[in-house]
């Protein structure tokens, strides 16, 4: 079984400061995503990579900053968090290409206060 | 652009019976049609998938068919279960090298007694 972990489950932030979070894949895919979901709008697309040591902005990706240290890890950073990145963020990878399933993480509920 | 449209946000239904989710799209290039099921508080998961026009794929007792001159690709299931209770997510593979997912906002399906 596919596997993707997420740490935090959740957080607290304040306004302005520095969030960090962090994303594991045991699946040996070279694409990995960040994806944020508010209610009525799906996900959508903040950062992805699909090889170690290289990001690529997604749809979103204004406030955000990603870091690919490895194959297996992925995060997303919030320099300055603002009330407006109050959302829950979900990792996910995949094998690429576009037939390829994508494997979710559980997803860290973030809220910024 | 891709685009993907899910017409009903809210579907309340009575267990047993039938339900069908839009899902219609809108890309230049070949499509590659998705189905996820969100549990509460879960990750998505993938239900279904499909490329092939006018085929048929099953799941779980749910189905649905691309049909490339609709731009379509709705989600069926002849007796709904109360643990059908979840969010749908129709999503499209984008045509760019990312090979991210274009979610539409998501059907919620609630499923009564």
């Not at chain 1, 607290?12 to 994806?35: E, F, I, R």
């Not at chain 1, 749809?59 to 320099?79: C, M, T, V």
């Not at chain 1, 990878?93 to 860290?108: D, H, K, L, V, W």
């Not at chain 2, 997912?101 to 998501?106: A, D, H, K, R």
């Amino acid at each position: 079984e596919a596997a993707v972990t997420q740490s935090p489950r959740s957080k607290v932030a304040v306004t302005g400061g520095k969030v960090t979070l962090s994303c594991h894949q045991t699946n040996n895919h070279d694409y990995m995503y960040w994806y944020r979901q508010d209610t009525g709008h799906g996900l959508r697309l903040i950062h992805y990579s699909y090889v170690a040591d290289s990001t690529e902005k997604g749809d979103i990706p204004d406030g955000y900053k990603a870091s690919r240290p490895s194959q297996e890890n992925f995060s997303l950073i919030l320099e300055l968090a603002s009330l407006s990145q109050t959302a829950v963020y979900f990792c996910a990878s995949s094998g690429g290409g576009a037939y390829a399933e994508q494997f979710f993480g559980p997803g860290t509920r973030l809220t910024v206060l | 652009g891709d685009s993907v449209t899910q017409t009903e946000g809210l579907v309340t239904l009575t267990k047993g019976l039938p339900v069908m989710l839009n899902c219609t799209y809108q890309t230049t290039y070949s499509p590659f049609l998705f189905w996820y099921v969100q549990h509460l508080n879960e990750a998505p998961k993938l239900l279904l998938k499909s490329s092939t026009d006018n085929k048929r794929t099953e799941h779980q007792g749910f189905y649905a068919t691309l049909h490339k001159s609709s731009s379509s690709f709705h989600l069926q299931k002849s007796s709904v279960q109360l643990s059908d209770s979840a969010l749908y997510f129709c999503a499209l593979s984008s045509s760019s090298g990312s090979w991210q997912l274009i979610f539409g906002s998501g059907t919620q399906l609630t499923v009564m007694p």
